[in-house]
């Protein structure tokens, strides 16, 4: 029997878009926030200091659109996209939601700048 590595039960995709100094657009890594450049690597200390890491997938990822609302991360299953990104709310993010198994509604993006998806069958020419 061939030993194999189990699929994630989680993906988290973290925003590390950082907008370039002077830009008047938000960024999810920004040079005013330095708590923001730490995010990712406090994620995945997390996730490895809880022995859970083999199971859940942290991705850095490039803009995922809502920067207004940054920093960002978006959980799968569940298109769940946190918001407001700290140390603090990702560290409840993992133990309520990743590993017990309950969204943390109030880090959740609103629904009027989220919404539901739309289908690309809805949206082919």
């Given at each position: 029997m061939?030993?194999s590595?189990?699929?994630p039960?989680?993906?988290?995709?973290?925003?590390?878009?950082s907008?370039?100094?002077?830009?008047?657009?938000p960024?999810?890594?920004?040079?005013?926030?330095?708590?923001?450049?730490?995010?990712?690597?406090?994620?995945?200390?997390t996730?490895?200091q809880?022995?859970?890491?083999?199971t859940?997938?942290?991705?850095?990822t490039?803009?995922?659109?809502?920067?207004?609302?940054?920093?960002?991360?978006?959980?799968?299953?569940g298109h769940t996209?946190?918001?407001?990104?700290t140390?603090?709310?990702?560290?409840r993010?993992?133990d309520?939601h990743?590993?017990g198994?309950?969204?943390?509604?109030?880090?959740?993006?609103?629904?009027?700048?989220?919404?539901?998806?739309?289908?690309p069958?809805?949206m082919?020419?």
């Open positions: 061939i030993n590595i189990p699929q039960a989680f993906y988290i995709f973290k925003c590390q878009q907008a370039p100094p002077g830009m008047p657009k960024s999810c890594v920004s040079q005013n926030n330095p708590e923001s450049q730490e995010l990712f690597q406090f994620l995945a200390q996730l490895m809880k022995g859970i890491i083999a859940v997938q942290p991705i850095q490039s803009c995922l659109n809502r920067c207004q609302q940054g920093p960002v991360m978006l959980v799968e299953p996209m946190y918001v407001g990104l140390k603090a709310k990702i560290s993010i993992v309520e990743i590993i198994g309950s969204v943390v509604e109030e880090f959740v993006i609103a629904d009027e700048v989220w919404g539901e998806p739309v289908l069958s809805q082919v020419r």
